[in-house]
């Protein structure tokens, strides 16, 4: 059973003076930052040289993008066409909405029936919706909290959008940007499908026209013993790829590289984030991985805001049958794309990736097989 206490906001919290953060965020073991990471050394891909046609240079580019989805799973974007005053905007507003009184935020709250439901408590244990404003999803009593509060909405298909959790001063910017970003997702999208020997379409047609994309702002307030908590745990994401617009003063995100942890870089203003999520590592049959992030906090307050492309819900991810052959088995099992975005929360609240909670990896069992056939004729 989870304590109905645990429903309120890290923000809240945080505004407490506090000396240190309560145990319910502190890790168990250090697992934070004993040495100062390294920065990674993120390649910047200019999306608007990413087109079919694409002359020599242009050819570079192309080139470039393979390499870093297969290094690191992330890159820096470019190109995209998009104001810097515009995405200064988008922070701005952001900034100014975490900042707005506790009481007017509640209006947009993820706690199910707050108002009916006295607070939202059922049965003793607090309920939330994906949808809304206030902190990530409590399974358990034993689950690490993250320092962190955000709004989470759908923004595609329009006419999913539940707009009584949108905040007004963010609908005109939110509605741009929607509008903005997948035009940048499309055009990576159609890249990476090329960059595979496919036509611009190929992914495309597997995620369907008419994408599910969800906008995820955070707020990590700040935190009086950084070291001792995560801002957001280590996750990889629930999309085909992200796109990231960082805080452009404070630093946080860090990805899992060969086993070590290294910072990514404030970015330059006007550039934007990507990263691979599992769809793609699953369409891709593995060529190109999600990569493991996290975000670790600081004595200084961050927001990022965070759009996940995932495909129509009752798309089927599966590996491309085309990268599936005797060399290269099929990696990961067929799943409704509803289905494996479901699982994601339960992982998510887990610690886990989706990939392994759900079991949708193959490659080990059939790893395992051969060691016991190995094994067997050994003996
Ligand atoms: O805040 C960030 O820098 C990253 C957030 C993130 O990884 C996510 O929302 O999935
Ligand atoms: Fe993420």
């Not at 002359?55 to 290094?71: G, H, N, P, V």
């Not at 006419?159 to 009584?164: A, D, G, P, T, W």
């Not at 959790?165 to 929607?178: I, M």
Request: glycine letters at 6%.
């Amino acid at each position: 059973m989870v304590h109905p206490a645990q429903g309120q906001t890290v923000q809240d919290l945080a505004a407490g003076d506090l000396a240190a953060p309560p145990s319910r965020y502190v890790l168990r073991e250090n697992k934070n930052r004993l040495t100062t990471p390294e920065l990674a050394a993120i390649a910047t891909i200019d999306v608007s040289r990413l087109t079919a046609t694409a002359t020599a240079a242009d050819e570079e580019e192309a080139a470039k993008l393979r390499s870093a989805l297969q290094s690191w799973g992330l890159f820096a974007v470019t190109g995209h066409g998009m104001p810097e005053s515009f995405l200064d905007e988008i922070l701005s507003a952001t900034r100014n909405f975490f900042h707005l009184p506790p009481a007017t935020k509640e209006k947009y709250s993820n706690v199910i029936a707050a108002a009916a439901a006295g607070g939202g408590e059922i049965d003793g244990e607090t309920k939330y919706q994906n949808e809304g404003y206030g902190i990530d999803r409590i399974d358990t009593d034993e689950q690490i909290l993250d320092w962190c509060d955000r709004l989470y909405l759908q923004v595609q298909p329009e006419s999913n959008r539940q707009l009584e959790f949108w905040p007004p001063e963010l609908r005109e910017l939110l509605e741009e940007y929607t509008l903005r970003s997948e035009h940048v997702f499309r055009r990576l999208l159609a890249a990476v499908a090329r960059n595979l020997g496919f036509n611009s379409e190929f992914f495309a047609d597997k995620v369907g026209h008419n994408v599910s994309t969800y906008a995820r702002f955070t707020y990590y307030p700040p935190c009086p013993q950084p070291e001792l908590v995560y801002g957001l745990k280590p996750h990889t994401d629930n999309s085909v790829l992200t796109i990231l617009l960082l805080d452009n003063r404070v630093g946080g995100l860090q990805i899992l590289r060969d086993g070590r942890w290294l910072d990514i870089p404030v970015l330059t203003d006007g550039e934007l984030l990507v990263i691979a999520g599992d769809e793609i590592e699953i369409m891709s049959n593995g060529v190109f991985m999600a990569p493991v992030h996290r975000v670790v906090t600081s004595e200084r307050e961050r927001i990022s805001v965070v759009m996940f492309y995932q495909p129509e819900p009752e798309k089927v991810l599966a590996p491309s049958e085309e990268l599936v052959g005797e060399d290269r088995p099929a990696m990961y099992k067929r799943i409704e794309a509803k289905e494996f975005g479901d699982g994601f929360w339960d992982a998510f609240a887990a610690g886990e990736r989706t990939i392994d909670f759900l079991k949708v990896k193959v490659v080990e069992q059939q790893q395992q097989q051969q060691s016991e056939v190995a094994v067997s004729t050994s003996a």
